[in-house]
T-cell receptor, first 115, second 112 residues
Framework: SQTIHQWPATLVQPVGSPLSLECTVEGTSNPNLYWYRQAAGRGLQLLFYSVGIGQISSEVPQNLSASRPQDRQFILSSKKLLLSDSGFYLC??????????????FGPGTRLTVL | GENVEQHPSTLSVQEGDSAVIKCTYSDSASNYFPWYKQELGKRPQLIIDIRSNVGEKKDQRIAVTLNKTAKHFSLHITETQPEDSAVYFCAARIYNFNKFYFGSGTKLNVKP
């Protein structure tokens, strides 16, 4: 069966420091991968999604970037964190393309606090 | 792009009563509509979904209905229990696209 991992689970970082969050998926090939951010008590904001290695679509202009160095690995990065980057970061995956793209499943999340 | 609106933002019901959460979407090309439940501090969990070729789907106490003409879909929870308390999100996916558009969430509180 498929599983999705995220690490770290929690992170406290000072303003201006770099960031690297990692997401990996097991048990499936060529997944679609997504990064979402959820501010406290708010909804899900799509940050990036990827349909293949090296293919990244950015949804919201900001100081974050994403990379997909391997088929089942998705990395979220920042060179300099802002206070507004605090939130719950969720990686998600789905399989299939176009009309065959159905269920989307979320990873356990990383809770980031920027001080 | 797609725009998904969700109502109400908060809903409080008595245990045993029914709860209904409604979502509307804007793009008639959307063809897949999942619902997620998110407990405090946890990840969203897929609880039920419906495709555009179906008008209703049930899974025990949970049901989802879809009205393609009016472009709205609803989540129905019957015989609510305290453990149903959570935030519920609806979403829509446009045919042939790989993005999911989420509603803003409904916080459901089931009072014992």
């Amino acid at each position: 069966s498929q599983t999705i991992h995220q690490w770290p689970a929690t992170l406290v970082q000072p303003v201006g420091s770099p960031l690297s969050l990692e997401c990996t998926v097991e048990g499936t090939s060529n997944p679609n991968l997504y990064w979402y951010r959820q501010a406290a008590g708010r909804g899900l904001q799509l940050l990036f999604y990827s349909v293949g290695i090296g293919q990244i679509s950015s949804e919201v202009p900001q100081n974050l970037s994403a990379s997909r160095p391997q088929d089942r690995q998705f990395i979220l990065s920042s060179k300099k964190l802002l206070l507004s980057d605090s939130g719950f970061y969720l990686c998600a995956w789905s399989v299939g393309r176009g009309p065959m793209n159905n269920e989307q499943f979320f990873g356990p999340g990383t809770r980031l606090t920027v001080l | 792009g797609e725009n998904v609106e969700q109502h109400p933002s908060t809903l409080s019901v008595q245990e045993g009563d029914s709860a209904v959460i409604k979502c509307t979407y804007s793009d008639s090309a959307s063809n897949y509509f999942p619902w997620y439940k998110q407990e405090l501090g946890k990840r969203p969990q897929l609880i039920i979904d419906i495709r555009s070729n179906v008008g209703e789907k049930k899974d025990q106490r949970i049901a989802v209905t879809l009205n393609k003409t009016a472009k709205h879909f609803s989540l129905h929870i019957t015989e609510t229990q305290p453990e149903d308390s959570a935030v519920y999100f609806c979403a829509a996916r446009i045919y042939n696209f790989n993005k999911f558009y989420f509603g803003s969430g409904t916080k459901l509180n089931v009072k014992p």
